[in-house]
């Protein structure tokens, strides 16, 4: 059986490093997704404290949309085939 060693500190400061960069992107993309729903699905004008039907609607098909584009394009750059 190999032994396991365990990480160095450049091979710590490296795995902190990428968890870092994969927060700041989840973070960014978590506002621009919320950002583009409410620009998109919401009335400027709140004529209610809670969302109608059609707004729920909306924010529910936008969201999946996001969802799906998102992981389509990381699917196409992961695997560097060009867009079909």
Known sequence: MAATSAPTNIE???IFGMA???ME????LF???TAT???KCIEKRYKESELNMGENGCIDR???K???VTNLVGQ???SNRPPV
């Not at 992107?25 to 960014?28: E, F, G, L």
């Open 76 to 78: 196409l750059l992961g």
């Open 20 to 22: 870092e960069k994969e």
């Open 37 to 39: 729903c409410f620009d």
């Open 12 to 14: 710590k400061e490296q």
């Open 31 to 33: 506002n621009r997704l």
């Open 66 to 68: 996001y969802w799906q």
């Open 25 to 28: 992107y989840r973070v960014d």
């Open 62 to 64: 936008c969201v999946s």
